[in-house]
């Protein structure tokens, strides 16, 4: 279940396997880094790519050629959006 991160907090444990961070270990050496450094720049890496793999929409190529289509040639707004416009406070 998901946590709510501790902003002020920069601190992190992690328990793992005796061959996973021998694994790392071996990692970190032919990198010439900190596994700190290693474990926070390649689970960044990973964070950024579950971020954008899951705000990203596919579309396939209709429905592609549809937001396009739409784009250039929109429909006419229907009552309930005129409604909705006319609700809206006037700019100032």
Do not use: W
């Not at 328990?15 to 961070?21: D, L, N, S, T, V």
């Not at 450094?37 to 705000?55: H, K, L, S």
């Amino acid at each position: 279940m998901p946590q709510n991160p501790v902003e002020t907090n920069s601190r992190m444990s992690l328990r793992i396997p005796a061959e996973e961070k021998a694994l790392l270990m071996r990692a970190v050496t032919l990198e010439r880094t900190s596994l700190t450094d290693f474990v926070v720049r390649t689970a960044v890496e990973a964070a950024r790519g579950v971020i954008e793999q899951a705000e990203r929409a596919p579309l396939s190529e209709r429905d592609s050629l549809r937001v396009l289509e739409l784009l250039e040639n929109p429909p006419a707004p229907n009552e309930k959006l005129m409604k909705a416009a006319q609700a809206l406070p006037e700019a100032p």
